[in-house]
């Protein structure tokens, strides 16, 4: 039995105008969950479309479970990483279920759509993220934080064993930022889900995730526990901005505080 | 899904096939001689069934009715459930509510190939059809190859590439057509005929033309209904589709050139028939819900319905003359789709 979820050895990857990552090595263990961390434009989002096959190395190669992206098939792929991406809108007036519904098209075949299987998975995966409720709603008229939760949901009804999130709590406000990650972290847990999350605000990520990886230019600077990722030389190395790393007073995992310069409040 | 949703697509599905039915039998009862609708049915019957009514009718409505107007009828319903099918799959691919059978510029294509036709002698002709729906049918096709080699970047076919090349070999393809009459003595006499096909008008000349274009029409609508949940996930955009395993460039392929086959299909007996593309997949949307496994057989058998009904009017409003059934299909077809979008209004995110 493979332990190993993923294994990239150096992967390099460019778009046509220079190097978006250089000489990767990451290997991720099943059941880990992995926080992905770095400045804007660092490779984080390059890295989860590797990973999912949407973008191919142009050196070195990804292992999903033991097999090499590069000669998968998308419909195969599909049923092994689920994605949650960092943008989502659906034209036309989709249901909320028909959404998570498309989460079982890796699932599907011509002559048979889908099956009391397919329909339980949906009615299961809503429930678990707890939008039950919103099932008969219209996805485009739900606020932002019902929008990730759906999103969420559609991502987990393919059953995958490792689920990709692109900052799964930008713009949204800490009750939903929370609820996720006590979502994430619970089906790591009992689920034994394996994710991989690239996450900017570097509290929650010292909060919820046992290991980070700190991305710059394409590389990766540190690789380890937020008590060895989290510290004021990587972070000022990684940011160029000078922080105070303390932790904090009640789990003792590290926070960071920003110091601003003199036009700050003192 | 749940059950009733599933019953209530069964039920719209044989609702739309009655409707349709009855638009049939109606208009080919109607013209400019009357035929009993009863008597259209029991001819109808006897034609299909071993088992014979006595003939209370004259022979010669039974004529009309077989050779004349039922032809023309299937063709007209032929046309419309191509369009209406062509368009969901434009819409549904392209993400883009604008989207017509005609966006990637088949009905330059069509046009420019009706109109060079028009040059030809009229004595040409290949499988009881004439060159005006041969060389329709192929610059319809060969446009959409254009546009698509041109659209194509790096292995890929993005889809704002192909609609902006779409648009201008459009352009170019119908400044051309207009050079074409107005270079030709001959076509500027015709002009009347490239604007009949310009406008729309189902021209069908018996059973021959219905045997070739039926079997393109029915099997491209099937094969649409048998891959809808493929065009389900372009919802999510090209990315989220390959997030949900779908092999996006080939199914791109696969969608564009159904699309294309149908609208080529439907144009060489029908002309630039416009509105029934657009109005009768939001429509059925607007109805159904955008799941395209629904949206697909409802939105041919609507559409076909949608055109009997206009083609009838075209040919009978002031009878013996004929109007163009384009102008009908826009003058019905626009204030009842303002209607259910001013109904639906709320919900119906276009």
Same mark, same amino acid.
């Given at each position: 039995?493979?332990?190993? &979820? ?7 990857? =460019? ?37 999912? *096959? ?36 659906? /034209? ?37 993220? *707890?939008?039950?409720?919103? #099932? ?38 800490? =009750? ?21 999350? &690239? ?32 510290? =004021?030389?990587?972070? #000022? ?28 409040? @003192? | 899904?749940?059950?009733?949703? @599933? ?102 294509? &069509? ?25 329709? %049918? ?13 659209? @194509? ?43 009949? %096909? ?16 039926? /079997? ?8 649409? @209904? ?10 999510? *955009? ?44 939001? =429509? ?35 009878? /013996? ?30």
């Amino acid at each position: 039995m493979n332990t190993i &979820a993923i294994r990239m050895n150096r992967v390099t990857f =460019s778009y046509s105008n220079g190097a978006v990552l250089r000489d990767v090595d990451l290997c991720v263990q099943k059941g880990e969950m992995v926080g992905l961390i770095g400045p804007n434009g660092a490779g984080k989002t390059t890295l989860i479309r590797l990973i999912s *096959g949407i973008l191919d190395a142009r050196q070195g190669d990804i292992q999903l479970d033991g097999m090499d992206t590069k000669k998968l098939k998308r419909s195969t792929i599909a049923r092994e990483v689920a994605v949650v991406p960092q943008q989502f809108n659906v /034209p036309f007036a989709y249901k909320v279920e028909e959404v998570v519904m498309l989460g079982r098209t890796p699932f599907m075949k011509p002559w048979h759509d889908f099956s009391a299987k397919d329909r339980d998975v949906v009615v299961r995966t809503m429930d678990t993220v *707890g939008i039950g409720r919103l #099932a008969r709603r219209c996805f485009s008229e739900l606020s932002g934080g019902e929008r990730q939760k759906v999103v969420l949901a559609m991502a987990l009804a393919q059953e995958t064993a490792l689920l990709l999130l692109d900052e799964p709590t930008a713009h949204l406000d800490i =009750s939903h930022q929370v609820e996720i990650l006590e979502l994430l972290a619970d089906m790591n847990e009992k689920g034994r889900l394996t994710i991989i999350a &690239a996450m900017h605000d570097l509290n929650l990520a010292s909060a919820y995730f046992r290991r980070l990886v700190l991305l710059k230019d394409g590389a990766v600077i540190a690789d380890g526990s937020p008590g060895q990722v989290l510290t =004021s030389s990587t972070i #000022a190395s990684a940011y160029s901005v000078p922080v105070h790393i303390q932790p904090h007073p009640l789990t003792g995992v590290p926070q960071v505080v920003v110091l601003p310069s003199g036009n700050g409040h @003192r | 899904m749940r059950d009733f949703v @599933r019953r209530r697509r069964i039920s719209v599905i044989l609702l739309l096939l009655a409707i349709l039915v009855i638009c049939v039998v109606a208009a080919a009862a109607v013209g400019t001689v009357y035929v009993p609708f009863a008597d259209v049915l029991k001819i109808c019957w006897n034609k299909l069934s071993p088992f014979n009514f006595t003939p209370t009718w004259r022979s010669v409505d039974e004529t009309i009715i077989l050779q004349v107007r039922l032809p023309r009828v299937i063709g007209g319903a032929l046309v419309g459930a191509g369009l209406a099918t062509a368009g969901v799959l434009f819409q549904g691919l392209l993400r883009n509510p604008m989207a017509d059978p005609y966006i990637i510029g088949t009905s330059a294509g &069509a046009a420019l190939g009706a109109t060079v036709a028009m040059l030809l002698p009229l004595s040409m002709a290949f499988l009881g059809f004439g060159m005006v729906p041969l060389l329709a %049918f192929a610059g319809a096709l060969a446009t959409v190859f254009l546009v698509y080699y041109l659209a @194509r970047v790096g292995g890929k076919t993005p889809v704002v590439n192909m609609l902006l090349a779409g648009f201008v070999v459009s352009a170019m393809l119908t400044a051309l057509m207009f050079l074409i009459i107005s270079m030709s003595d001959k076509l500027y006499a015709k002009f009347h005929s490239v604007y009949a %096909f310009l406008m729309g008008g189902i021209s069908v000349a018996g059973w021959g033309q219905i045997a070739v274009i039926a /079997p393109i029409i029915v099997v491209g609508i099937l094969l649409a @209904r048998l891959w809808a949940f493929r065009l389900n996930a372009f919802a999510l *955009g090209e990315e989220g589709a390959a997030h949900v395993g779908i092999d996006v460039e080939r199914s791109k392929t696969v969608f564009l050139a159904l699309g294309s086959v149908l609208t080529a299909a439907a144009v060489s007996i029908g002309g630039l028939i416009g509105f029934v593309g657009l109005v009768i997949p939001h =429509s059925m949307r607007l109805v159904l819900g955008p799941d395209h496994r629904a949206l697909i057989p409802c939105s041919a058998i609507a559409g076909a319905a949608f055109l009997v009904i206009a083609d009838t009017l075209a040919r009978t409003l002031h009878s /013996p003359g004929e109007t163009h059934v384009g102008i009908i299909t826009a003058l019905i077809g626009a204030p009842v789709f303002i209607y259910l979008l001013r109904r639906g209004g709320k919900e119906y995110a276009l």
